[in-house]
């Protein structure tokens, strides 16, 4: 029949949608899974903050090592956290992103940037107070560092005052600003470490993949914060501890949004219900 629609081929074609290849996020499962990995890899969560610390002392030391070493670092901590919750972590996963060297440096600048524009609104009080009567007129010229000093004491006399104390408290929004942000794009690095994938690619697959878990993933980034915060005001040398089970719940976040953990499950399952139905077929009687 020639009046019969037929579609064009490349409607029949299977179309490729972006949550392939990723799952599910559970909040309560994000800590299940963190807590699980932690207790059997507490000991390497240990030695990773020993390097890192030592890592970053060497770095600080150096001149490039600051804003060409630390980004990469930064980045590399997120998967140190994925790899916990595989158990597969070890101190040289702290190296990791410098495979990807470039990629992971961009994509470390640009989230920096878009992250200090969007919060400028609430420093621009602040940082226009720091910065008034700077003495740029006299850089190069011998009373420059006198000029400086009279500068730096003018700056404690203003955050002494009333309007100094209202813009810093002010300031205290971008904190929601920053979680909301590291939830969105926690898959990020891992994107661009582990899938390979570009680096505008992995900003757009990040956002689209969290949108649907973005409060709850911003709560995660806060409790993870709050964790590693504890190690520091309460025990410096509960940093030890409290670094590695904090990167391991962000770890576990990714590990579920990869689509690792349904699939794990779904395994188990698969592997019970052979079990059971093996154990069935061998108590069978013959009739």
């Known amino acids: 029949m020639d009046n019969v629609y037929q579609p064009p081929k490349s409607n029949l074609q299977p179309s490729f949608h972006i949550s392939e290849g990723f799952g599910q996020f559970d909040f309560s499962r994000a800590f299940e899974l963190a807590q699980q990995a932690f207790s059997k890899q507490v000991g390497v969560g240990v030695g990773f903050v020993v390097v890192l610390f030592m890592v970053v002392v060497v770095m600080a030391l150096t001149l490039l090592g600051i804003p060409f070493g630390l980004p990469i670092l930064f980045a590399s901590m997120s998967i140190f956290g994925y790899r916990m919750i595989r158990q597969e972590a070890s101190v040289g996963d702290l190296f990791s992103g410098f495979n990807r060297y470039f990629s992971v440096l961009m994509a470390v600048i640009i989230l920096t940037i878009a992250t200090q524009l969007i919060i400028l609104p609430l420093n621009w009080g602040q940082y226009s107070m720091l910065l008034m009567n700077f003495p740029i007129d006299s850089i190069g010229n ?99 501890f409290s670094i590695p089970f904090g990167l391991a719940i962000s770890g576990a976040a990714v590990y579920q949004l990869f689509g690792e953990d349904q699939e794990n499950q779904k395994q188990e399952v698969d592997t019970t219900n052979t079990s059971v139905e093996t154990t069935n077929n061998d108590n069978r009687f013959p009739y």
């Open 142 to 240: 011998d009373d420059f560092g006198s000029r400086v000093d009279e500068w730096a004491g003018q700056i404690v006399i203003q955050k002494r005052s009333a309007n100094y104390e209202w813009f810093s408290l002010l300031s205290y929004f971008t904190y929601p600003v920053s979680l909301y942000l590291g939830g969105r794009f926690i898959l990020l690095y891992p994107l661009i470490i582990i899938r390979k994938m570009g680096i505008v690619e992995s900003f757009k697959t990040s956002w689209k993949i969290t949108a649907q878990y973005q409060w709850w993933l911003m709560l995660l980034q806060f409790v993870s914060g709050a964790i590693t915060g504890a190690g520091v005001l309460f025990c410096c040398v509960g940093v030890l």
